[in-house]
């Protein structure tokens, strides 16, 4: 699979598996927040065209 150009990285497609769907977040950011696997995240839906997620604490 060939790597994406550096202006296209943040760019994500929405996904589905087993009736759930979801997005990767590139892992520099993962590293930036300091988030670990099964961490727990909040989800917030801010009109019809933006989501927050957030550490959950």
Same mark, same amino acid.
């Given at each position: ?6 202006? @296209?990285?943040? *760019?994500?497609? *929405?996904?589905?598996?087993?009736g759930s769907y979801y ?25 019809? @065209?933006? *989501?927050?997620?957030? @550490?959950?604490?």
């Amino acid at each position: 699979m060939a790597r994406r150009k550096l202006n @296209d990285r943040q *760019i994500r497609k *929405i996904q589905k598996s087993r009736g759930s769907y979801y997005i990767t977040i590139p892992i520099e950011i993962i590293r930036n927040m300091s988030w670990r696997e099964r961490q727990k995240v909040e989800v917030k839906q801010y009109g019809r @065209d933006k *989501i927050l997620i957030s @550490d959950w604490k």
